[in-house]
């Protein structure tokens, strides 16, 4: 690597526009398993807990970060339950259905009201889920009738016999959770899910044809699944799905991780964009294998809605997957949000997975609830960026790490000394800094944050602005704060990792300390 005073340099290209930053970027994923909702979420028994056993402190540190929409019930969580079990009065759902992957019993009380609810209070929208395991395309449909019905029908009367006359006007549906895949109960091939897909986009739409509608894609891993989904629900879904979990023991190579991503999201798009050119005509697999050409009115966009740091915990025993972040992992979370707000003309809705305990923002105990390190990173995201983002060039030192291809479960840190693994992507040219510029015409403000990617060295960097115009004496510096990579904030020190803000001489150079995340807000014409 580079020797100790390199310099590098940041060029933003305010004309080149990337895209909004609006819509359901900063969602948040509550899952019946594990200690999520349950004992997470939702505690009768905490004396953090309202009447309604809503944890106050949970729901208080989701409030801070602007929780854009909820995913709810799964993940696999989503194939243990009927829709018909998550409503109406809790005395007369069942007690708690088992969640058989890890053992855990899972009431039911926290259902789809109070999730409805929940969201009323985050000022967030309703994503649910629907179970493609047990659930024909009718149960959908008739989900879709009970939740948005208007008129005197059975379902839409269900719900007033429930107690609720106005409709819950719920628009975002997932069909179905990595339905490809031998852990999720009802694994399909493809051709079985295109066509339960079509069958229940059908009569869903119906029912409501405003609701959206997300196809479970598989990504990189097995791109004919996408594929074939794509060209047999081309004109019916919305959204295509894409999950990936990163993360590895060692710092540089955790700076790596969202190279892997950026290579998924490449190949879904090229997916999309086959299946728009094979449908639409230019190809003669169209009228082969489809007769004919179904309407399309929109290219699909992409719904990434599990990803998070995840390596270390399996799902063994109720307690499962509580991951336990550090700082290092903030910074890894950091650069998937970049990657993320510099792709929102494709990617539509983005959630973290998950909200509580199971790889969480938060943990908790039964009288404690700690903001996990990630945490800090989606609040510096939420209050910082904002309007569009615009395009940034680096010239900053190289250096070499590797990563999996995919979420290959837990990582072994034995095994993760081993360089020659066929499972893991090398890469000689990975940046030292993480750049992501946005610009609110509206505030007249432009906030650039920075990863500055080296463990060990500052990073002095000169900062060049190309048809935007930064003013004033002064910037605004946010930073995320911790001693070392390795720091974590736990139930009995939950103050390690947090937020400094100050106000610094505006110059037109920056100097970023040693693994860090930083966000400069400079006002400008
Ligand atoms: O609990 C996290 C799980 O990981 C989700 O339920 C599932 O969708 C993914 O495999």
Same mark, same amino acid.
């Given at each position: 690597m580079s020797d100790q005073n390199e310099m590098a340099e940041i060029i933003v290209l305010g004309r080149n526009v990337l895209g909004p930053i609006e819509g359901l970027l900063f969602g948040q994923f509550f899952e019946l398993g594990g200690r999520?909702?349950?004992?997470?979420?939702?505690?009768?028994?905490?004396?953090?807990?309202?009447?309604?056993?809503?944890?106050?402190?949970?729901?208080?540190?989701?409030?801070?970060?602007?929780?854009t929409h909820l995913r709810y019930p799964g993940g696999c969580g989503a194939s243990y339950f009927k829709w018909e079990e998550l409503v109406g009065p809790v005395a007369e759902r069942p007690r708690?259905?088992?969640?058989?992957?890890?053992?855990?019993?899972?009431?039911?009380?926290?259902?789809?009201?109070?999730?409805?609810?929940?969201?009323?209070e985050l000022g967030a929208e309703f994503y649910l889920v629907v179970n493609a395991h047990v659930e024909s395309p009718d149960d959908a449909a008739n989900l879709v009738e009970y939740l948005n019905g208007t008129t005197p029908t059975r379902y839409a009367d269900l719900r007033r016999a429930h107690g609720r006359e106005a409709p819950?006007?719920?628009?975002?549906?997932?069909?179905?959770?990595?339905?490809?895949?031998?852990?999720?109960?009802?694994?399909?091939?493809?051709?079985?899910?295109?066509?339960?897909?079509?069958?229940?986009?059908?009569?869903?739409?119906?029912?409501?044809?405003?609701?959206?509608?997300?196809?479970?894609g598989a990504g990189r891993v097995n791109p004919e699944w996408d594929r074939t989904v794509l060209f047999e629900t081309l004109g019916y879904l919305d959204m295509i799905s894409m999950h990936n979990y990163v993360g590895r023991p060692g710092f540089r190579d955790c700076m790596a991780a969202c190279r892997v991503l950026e290579e998924m999201l490449a190949a879904v798009n090229v997916a999309i964009d086959e299946a728009m050119d094979t449908t639409l005509g230019a190809h003669p697999r169209t009228r082969r294998e489809l007769g004919e050409v179904p309407q399309v009115d929109k290219r699909p966009t992409i719904a990434f809605d599990e990803w998070n740091v995840?390596?270390?915990?399996?799902?063994?025993?109720?307690?499962?997957?509580?991951?336990?972040?550090?700082?290092? @992992?903030?910074?890894?979370?950091?650069?998937?949000?970049?990657? #993320?707000? /510099?792709?929102? %003309? $494709?990617?539509?809705? !983005?959630?973290?997975?998950?909200?509580?305990?199971?790889?969480?923002?938060?943990?908790?105990?039964?009288?404690?609830?700690?903001?996990?390190?990630?945490?800090?990173?989606?609040?510096?995201?939420?209050?910082?960026?904002?309007?569009?983002?615009?395009?940034?060039?680096?010239?900053?030192?190289?250096?070499?790490?590797?990563?999996?291809?995919?979420?290959?479960?837990?990582?072994?840190?034995?095994?993760?000394?081993?360089?020659?693994?066929?499972?893991?992507?090398?890469? @000689?040219?990975?940046?030292?800094?993480?750049?992501?510029?946005? #610009?609110? /015409?509206?505030? %007249? $403000?432009?906030?650039? !944050?920075?990863?500055?990617?080296?463990?060990e060295q500052p990073l002095t960097v000169a900062l060049t602005f190309?048809?935007?115009?930064?003013?004033?004496?002064?910037?605004?510096?946010?930073?995320?704060?911790?001693?070392?990579?390795?720091?974590?904030?736990?139930?009995?020190?939950?103050?390690?990792?947090?937020?400094?803000?100050?106000?610094?001489?505006?110059t037109n150079t920056f100097t970023f300390p040693p693994a860090s995340l930083t966000f400069l807000t400079f006002n400008i014409e």
């Open positions: 999520c909702v349950n004992n997470g979420v939702f505690e009768p028994d905490s004396p953090r807990s309202r009447q309604d056993g809503v944890r106050t402190d949970v729901l208080e540190a989701l409030q801070e970060l602007k929780v708690a259905k088992l969640y058989r992957m890890t053992g855990a019993s899972q009431s039911t009380a926290f259902g789809i009201p109070e999730a409805y609810d929940y969201c009323q819950y006007n719920v628009k975002i549906f997932g069909l179905g959770n990595e339905i490809y895949g031998d852990w999720q109960n009802g694994q399909m091939t493809a051709e079985e899910y295109g066509r339960w897909f079509r069958q229940a986009a059908i009569q869903m739409k119906r029912v409501d044809p405003t609701i959206k509608l997300i196809a479970c995840w390596y270390r915990e399996p799902h063994t025993g109720p307690a499962g997957v509580e991951e336990k972040y550090d700082y290092t @992992d903030a910074l890894t979370i950091a650069t998937i949000f970049h990657f #993320i707000l /510099r792709n929102t %003309k $494709t990617i539509e809705l !983005s959630n973290i997975s998950l909200a509580v305990n199971l790889i969480g923002h938060l943990f908790t105990d039964s009288e404690r609830c700690v903001r996990q390190t990630t945490w800090y990173t989606q609040k510096l995201m939420v209050d910082h960026h904002r309007g569009s983002v615009v395009d940034s060039a680096v010239d900053a030192p190289l250096f070499s790490a590797k990563h999996e291809r995919f979420f290959c479960g837990i990582v072994d840190p034995e095994k993760a000394k081993d360089e020659n693994l066929p499972t893991l992507l090398h890469y @000689d040219d990975i940046p030292a800094l993480d750049v992501l510029v946005s #610009i609110d /015409r509206e505030s %007249k $403000t432009a906030c650039m !944050s920075v990863v500055q990617k080296l463990e190309c048809s935007l115009q930064p003013t004033g004496d002064t910037i605004e510096v946010a930073r995320l704060t911790g001693e070392s990579p390795a720091a974590r904030n736990t139930l009995d020190e939950p103050h390690n990792v947090g937020i400094t803000t100050e106000t610094a001489p505006r």
